[in-house]
């Protein structure tokens, strides 16, 4: 049926048929390494020009193991090839839950759960776990917005909705069996190989009183054991759109500029012209005032009142604030094993600007190696470093606004057109203030954000040890032991040309209006506010576990004790950076000369400091018979807790 491997040209020609299972005709794709690919036909008919020998040419076909066949010579070409493919036979992984304690069967536990695995987190792309889960789980939620403003709340996310009205909604995080006291930005999803999330009381009923919103186990990768060194590396661009402002629904500027005339001639905004005059007021509300004042005409307070009906806040935003969000992720990983040792090592860098231009760099490194010295004995050690830090850029839309309303016909200039706001102050007030001796009290939208600006640094070591003994086929031992260290460095660093050194400085000057000096009771300069806190977390634990199956009954059981100690030092500093000194600003209660009201100077004082000591222990008792597991006293029972201030 076919003619031999010479065409009517000269060219030598690959021909043959592909046949599957029961002589099935498949249809292959040929793939060569010297003469490109082609795609077989109905039939499982092929054809392939072949123009460099030797060569190796591969046949695959979906839902058929690839084979190849070498091609030395035009001698190999004289008679057609009949490839014979054999059906690819799966072996699904064994479908389990990490409790963070142990790994269970679903059947094991009657509570609700859902596991990622690591081609499902890959699916998505982020440089953080927690934009790879979202989506993924039913009932685990993006809360960005809608959390009450509790302090403890830092992920964000909620699991199966609110728990709490005031409380705290983070769902507890546990990386690599230990409870996980850091940011949860800071994991590299590239090093997480799986992810369970606990989502009812069961929960609780494993890991204490804080994982009553929930649980999210993390597991991260590993080597295994005779394994061959492997190298990947990856690198990824992300690309977004810039916010789309006409997607939100509000207020045209001529509604809103209406909507502001009738509160103003129901009285709406008279007592604070009365009572606080030097309260910064909204252009529109300025305009009729200075008309009900008699300083502009009724016509002239209409042309001004068209002039803000017809300017759209939104588009003055997006070209002065927003631009193009960009994301760059790099990552490397090594890993391998001996028959004795397996050992992973991975790095990755992430660089990403947002919208707001705001810049982030984050460095993860981690060192993962497991030895098998004896037969049973197994000794595992983990190092996770990572370091980021965090630039400010520019303000968010809603942001800037006169006093305590962001008008949406607000202009924030363009480029060559600097633009003030009254911010804080009206500027009739602050144009007279101090006789013109006080520093410029204006403030510029699209300058002061450069002159503002504001750093994190994050650091941060996680290390585990873990040694494991199997005593015998059904019950092993294992000790471990797990250290956190987390610093968190913030400063915010307002340079002498931003509004809020100036506004600081002029809050509290005084005049001689007799001499006319000016006494700067803050020194001329810039401010820097320093947070500074270093929290450590320190955790021991020994646990039996037990696993025995009788016939056709599967027992398991795991019974231990853990120790747990957790400390938190704050520090928060003040300090004027004048031009020939730099020193702090001790908390004081002033006189603001200029309001007629006293004022405070600082926050904490120059050197505030808090530190917290936290000391816990807690039983472990598990039982699994086909039912969920069980503890004893979660750590809210066994929490002692002191405070002290220095």
């Given at each position: 049926?076919?003619?031999?491997?010479?065409?009517?040209?000269?060219?030598?020609?690959?021909?043959?048929?592909?046949?599957?299972?029961?002589?099935?005709?498949?249809?292959?794709?040929?793939?060569?390494?010297?003469?490109?690919?082609?795609?077989?036909t109905?039939?499982?008919?092929f054809?392939?020009?072949?123009?460099?020998?030797?060569?190796?040419?591969?046949f695959?076909?979906?839902?058929?193991?690839?084979?190849?066949?070498?091609?030395?010579?035009?001698?190999?070409?004289?008679?057609?090839?009949?490839?014979r493919?054999?059906?690819?036979?799966?072996?699904?992984?064994?479908?389990?839950?990490?409790?963070?304690?142990?790994?269970?069967?679903?059947?094991e536990?009657?509570?609700?759960v859902?596991?990622?695995?690591?081609?499902?987190?890959?699916?998505?792309?982020?440089?953080?776990?927690?934009?790879?889960?979202?989506?993924?789980?039913?009932?685990?939620?993006?809360?960005?917005?809608?959390?009450?403003?509790?302090?403890?709340?830092?992920?964000?996310?909620?699991?199966?909705?609110?728990?709490?009205?005031?409380?705290?909604?983070?769902p507890?995080?546990?990386?690599?069996?230990?409870?996980?006291?850091?940011?949860?930005?800071?994991?590299?999803?590239?090093?997480v190989?799986?992810?369970?999330?606990?989502?009812?009381?069961?929960?609780?009923?494993?890991?204490?009183?804080?994982?009553?919103?929930?649980?999210?186990?993390?597991?991260?990768?590993?080597?295994?054991?005779?394994?061959?060194?492997?190298?990947?590396?990856?690198?990824?661009?992300?690309?977004?759109?810039?916010?789309?402002?006409?997607?939100?629904?509000?207020?045209?500027?001529?509604?809103?500029?209406?909507?502001?005339?009738?509160?103003?001639?129901?009285?709406?905004?008279?007592?604070?012209?009365?009572?606080?005059?030097?309260?910064?007021?909204?252009?529109?509300?300025?305009?009729?005032?200075?008309?009900?004042?008699?300083?502009?005409?009724?016509?002239?307070?209409?042309?001004?009142?068209?002039?803000?009906?017809?300017?759209?806040?939104r588009?003055?935003?997006?070209?002065?604030?927003y631009?193009?969000?960009?994301?760059?992720?790099?990552?490397?990983?090594?890993?391998?094993?001996?028959?004795?040792?397996?050992?992973?090592?991975?790095?990755?860098?992430?660089?990403?600007?947002?919208?707001?231009?705001?810049?982030?760099?984050?460095?993860?490194?981690?060192?993962?190696?497991?030895?098998?010295?004896?037969?049973?004995?197994?000794?595992?050690?983990?190092?996770?470093?990572?370091?980021?830090?965090?630039?400010?850029?520019?303000?968010?839309y809603?942001?800037?606004?006169?006093?305590?309303?962001s008008?949406?016909?607000?202009?924030?200039?363009?480029e060559?057109?600097?633009?003030?706001?009254?911010?804080?102050?009206?500027?009739?007030?602050?144009?007279?203030?101090?006789?013109?001796?006080?520093?410029?009290?204006?403030?510029?939208?699209?300058?002061?954000?450069?002159?503002?600006?504001?750093?994190?640094?994050?650091?941060?070591?996680?290390?585990?040890?873990?040694?494991?003994?199997?005593?015998?086929?059904?019950?092993?031992?294992?000790?471990?032991?797990?250290?956190?260290?987390?610093?968190?460095?913030?400063?915010?660093?307002?340079?002498?040309?931003?509004?809020?050194?100036?506004?600081?400085?002029?809050?509290?000057?005084?005049?001689?209006?007799t001499?006319?000096?000016?006494?700067?009771?803050?020194?001329?300069?810039?401010?820097?506010?320093?947070?500074?806190?270093?929290?450590?977390?320190?955790?021991?634990?020994?646990?039996?576990?037990?696993?025995?199956?009788?016939?056709?009954?599967?027992?398991?059981?795991?019974?231990?004790?853990?120790?747990?100690?957790?400390?938190?030092?704050?520090i928060?500093?003040?300090?004027?950076?004048?031009?020939?000194?730099?020193?702090?600003?001790?908390?004081?209660?002033?006189?603001?000369?200029?309001?007629?009201?006293?004022?405070?100077?600082?926050?904490?004082?120059?050197?505030?400091?808090?530190?917290?000591?936290?000391?816990?222990?807690?039983?472990?008792?598990?039982?699994?018979?086909?039912?969920?597991a069980?503890?004893?006293?979660?750590?809210?029972?066994?929490?002692?807790?002191?405070?002290?201030?220095?």
């Amino acid at each position: 049926a076919f003619s031999q491997g010479v065409s009517a040209k000269g060219e030598l020609v690959l021909k043959g048929v592909a046949k599957g299972v029961e002589g099935k005709d498949v249809i292959v794709v040929l793939r060569t390494n010297k003469n490109g690919m082609s795609r077989g036909t109905e039939g499982g008919v092929f054809s392939k020009k072949i123009v460099s020998l030797p060569d190796t040419v591969f046949f695959s076909a979906a839902g058929y193991q690839t084979v190849f066949r070498v091609i030395k010579s035009p001698a190999d070409l004289l008679r057609p090839m009949t490839i014979r493919l054999s059906e690819v036979s799966i072996q699904l992984e064994d479908f389990s839950v990490n409790t963070g304690y142990q790994r269970i069967k679903p059947n094991e536990t009657n509570g609700s759960v859902s596991v990622l695995s690591e081609s499902a987190l890959n699916e998505r792309q982020g440089t953080n776990i927690l934009s790879r889960i979202i989506g993924q789980s039913s009932g685990l939620l993006l809360s960005t917005g809608k959390t009450n403003a509790n302090p403890q709340n830092q992920t964000g996310i909620t699991i199966r909705g609110l728990g709490t009205i005031n409380g705290p909604l983070d769902p507890l995080i546990i990386l690599d069996g230990y409870i996980y006291e850091g940011d949860i930005n800071n994991i590299n999803p590239n090093d997480v190989a799986n992810v369970s999330i606990l989502k009812d009381a069961s929960a609780a009923s494993i890991w204490g009183a804080r994982a009553g919103n929930g649980v999210i186990v993390i597991t991260t990768k590993k080597g295994r054991l005779n394994e061959k060194m492997q190298l990947s590396f990856s690198a990824n661009l992300l690309l977004q759109d810039k916010p789309d402002l006409y997607s939100l629904s509000q207020m045209t500027s001529s509604d809103y500029a209406e909507a502001e005339r009738k509160l103003f001639a129901s009285g709406y905004f008279n007592d604070q012209i009365t009572r606080t005059p030097y309260r910064a007021l909204t252009p529109a509300v300025e305009v009729l005032l200075a008309v009900r004042s008699g300083k502009i005409t009724a016509v002239e307070g209409e042309r001004q009142l068209d002039v803000l009906k017809n300017t759209d806040g939104r588009k003055s935003y997006a070209d002065n604030f927003y631009s193009v969000p960009l994301t760059q992720t790099y990552a490397l990983n090594i890993k391998g094993g001996g028959q004795n040792y397996s050992y992973l090592l991975s790095g990755a860098y992430d660089r990403s600007k947002d919208a707001n231009s705001a810049l982030s760099d984050k460095v993860n490194l981690r060192l993962a190696n497991d030895f098998k010295p004896l037969k049973g004995l197994t000794i595992g050690l983990n190092a996770y470093l990572t370091s980021s830090s965090l630039f400010s850029g520019k303000p968010t839309y809603g942001t800037i606004g006169s006093g305590t309303r962001s008008p949406v016909y607000q202009d924030y200039g363009d480029e060559g057109h600097l633009v003030s706001i009254d911010r804080i102050y009206r500027s009739v007030y602050t144009d007279t203030a101090g006789n013109g001796r006080l520093l410029d009290w204006k403030f510029y939208p699209t300058e002061n954000y450069k002159h503002n600006i504001q750093k994190t640094s994050r650091n941060e070591i996680f290390g585990s040890t873990s040694i494991k003994y199997q005593l015998f086929d059904f019950l092993s031992a294992e000790a471990g032991f797990q250290y956190q260290k987390q610093q968190l460095n913030t400063s915010l660093n307002s340079d002498p040309e931003s509004f809020e050194a100036r506004n600081l400085i002029n809050s509290f000057s005084q005049l001689n209006r007799t001499t006319g000096v000016v006494r700067y009771i803050v020194p001329l300069g810039g401010i820097l506010r320093n947070s500074y806190t270093d929290s450590r977390s320190l955790t021991g634990r020994f646990q039996l576990n037990l696993n025995k199956l009788i016939g056709s009954h599967s027992f398991s059981a795991i019974a231990g004790t853990e120790m747990e100690s957790k400390s938190i030092d704050d520090i928060l500093a003040n300090i004027s950076k004048a031009p020939v000194a730099v020193r702090p600003l001790r908390q004081r209660r002033l006189p603001d000369r200029h309001h007629g009201r006293p004022g405070r100077v600082g926050q904490g004082g120059p050197g505030a400091a808090r530190a917290h000591r936290v000391a816990a222990a807690r039983p472990l008792l598990a039982r699994a018979y086909g039912q969920p597991a069980l503890r004893g006293p979660g750590p809210a029972c066994w929490r002692r807790r002191a405070s002290r201030a220095s």
